[in-house]
């Protein structure tokens, strides 16, 4: 049965909610009072429809249905989680917590958005809630801090949304990871205010450097590898006494008036003004989606979290030949003419035999028992333009698997049906102990004698054995 996420507030966070649960299957229900919320939260997920499913190698659940209430009962009624993301004021949160708690229903969980509330300040007045504290976009970012009474039920259903639930042991203001951002912010807010740096330098400072160590890595483990072999403790020993230096102002505020807002926000226009913000959006996207694809690749951070989620999806339904390659074309495989390159039809060619080679038990098991499969020849025909954001989907015929040979038929097509691209393969059984070929093992033979069997029927593929340069 499709569950239901009620949304009450849907600005950024509450609108990155709502794309979060609508595209891993959930129906979403929405309710908030500004006359733009529809359209605004639309635009959100219409980003995170072009970024979320971008992550990963395998489909997404099919959407829930989306909609729009103004009514607070209404909207919370039958949900299996209400999300509160209404604007950062205890008394306000009071008031739609409590409205909230009336009307959802007791097996519900109440999750808080806020950034600095603690659980005890929010159900101070006697309504149910813990804080489920996620970062911009919500549909992207995995981690979601939790704290409060329910923690760990909420943390499982987190994940299978694909999110990270990071429980905080002890209730404190702004919790964990917004309490290090306000660290940094202060210190940047010093830097400008004295002259030291623009806002352009700083986030120079932050994405050419250390912050891209942060992201495989956090803070404690980059520090430990500065400690070079030696590791932490030799780090502690050697940088510890700087801290007794005047090195920074963490505790300090500069003094907030409207020349420092007006510093900060004029250095901003020139940096990045020239953009919309929506266009800022897509570009943040893009480039997270690549940050987190490779660290996909290593199972590093919000990767490893984006690995995992992708292992509980279901494999695609075969609807004839066996479907090796069901995923949505990412934006980092479009080239110069606005369409996927041509070295990505072959990536795909590849995920696909990768993915057959599984289908027949020549997984990583096999791998590590020291049999595997090379590739020998591949012969590529492009037939049509496939685009950024297009569902790509491969059949693979098998058409010889008998002795040390494994010759695939991989088509490509889109969701319409429009097959834009074939990847003819031809690929040796070898010993990796030897590098040298030899007959698969029996359990491997036999099932790719059983989908020689299941395809004997079928016509042979149109552009099978075509060479390079033959006139269609």
């Not at 429809?49 to 919370?76: K, M």
Request: proline share 5%.
């Amino acid at each position: 049965m499709t569950k239901k996420a009620a949304i009450i507030g849907g600005g950024v966070i509450g609108g990155g909610w709502a794309a979060r649960f609508l595209l891993n299957g959930w129906n979403v229900a929405i309710f908030d009072p500004d006359p733009e919320a529809e359209r605004k939260i639309n635009e959100v997920i219409s980003n995170a429809r072009r970024s979320l499913p971008s992550l990963y190698d395998r489909p997404l659940p099919a959407e829930g249905t989306l909609s729009f209430h103004r009514d607070l009962a209404e909207t919370v009624a039958d949900a299996d989680w209400v999300q509160e993301s209404v604007p950062e004021r205890l008394d306000l949160k009071h008031r739609v917590l409590a409205a909230i708690d009336a009307a959802a229903p007791a097996h519900a969980v109440i999750g808080s958005s806020t950034s600095g509330f603690k659980p005890s300040e929010l159900t101070a007045e006697g309504s149910r809630a813990l804080v489920a504290h996620p970062f911009n976009p919500v549909y992207l970012l995995p981690l979601v801090e939790l704290v409060g009474e329910g923690a760990d039920a909420a943390a499982e259903t987190l994940r299978g949304i694909g999110m990270y639930p990071l429980i905080v042991r002890k209730e404190i203001d702004a919790h964990i990871a917004d309490r290090l951002l306000e660290a940094v912010w202060r210190e940047s807010l010093w830097l400008v205010s004295d002259g030291i740096a623009t806002t352009e330098e700083i986030d120079q400072a932050i994405r050419m450097g250390f912050g891209l160590r942060w992201a495989q890595m956090g803070l404690f483990e980059t520090y430990r590898i500065a400690g070079g072999e030696a590791g932490m403790r030799h780090f502690m020993q050697q940088f510890g006494p700087a801290l007794a230096w005047p090195w920074t102002k963490l505790m300090d505020v500069p003094e907030f008036n409207e020349a420092l807002v007006d510093q900060i926000a004029g250095q901003s226009d020139a940096q990045s003004g020239h953009r919309t913000i929506r266009e800022l959006e897509r570009l943040r996207d893009d480039n997270l989606v690549g940050i987190i694809r490779a660290l996909k690749h290593s199972g590093s951070g919000a990767g490893g979290v984006v690995q995992a989620h992708e292992t509980a999806l279901p494999l695609p339904e075969t609807d004839g030949l066996p479907i090796t390659l069901d995923r949505q074309v990412p934006q980092g495989w479009a080239d110069y003419n606005g369409h996927m390159n041509e070295a990505r039809y072959l990536e795909a060619g590849a995920e696909a035999t990768d993915q057959f080679m599984r289908m027949i038990g020549a997984d990583a098991d096999y791998i590590a028992s020291g049999k595997s499969y090379f590739t020998a020849e591949s012969h590529v025909r492009y037939l049509a333009e496939a685009h950024a954001g297009d569902r790509l989907i491969c059949r693979t015929r098998l058409l010889d698997g008998a002795g040390k040979r494994m010759h695939l038929f991989h088509s490509l097509t889109t969701g319409d049906g429009t097959e834009v691209a074939t990847v003819e393969t031809i690929l040796l059984h070898v010993d990796l102990g030897t590098r040298k070929t030899c007959l698969a093992e029996p359990a491997v033979a036999e099932a790719l004698a059983r989908h020689a069997t299941a395809q004997a029927g079928l016509p042979q593929p149109e552009g099978v054995g075509r060479f390079v340069g033959q006139v269609r």
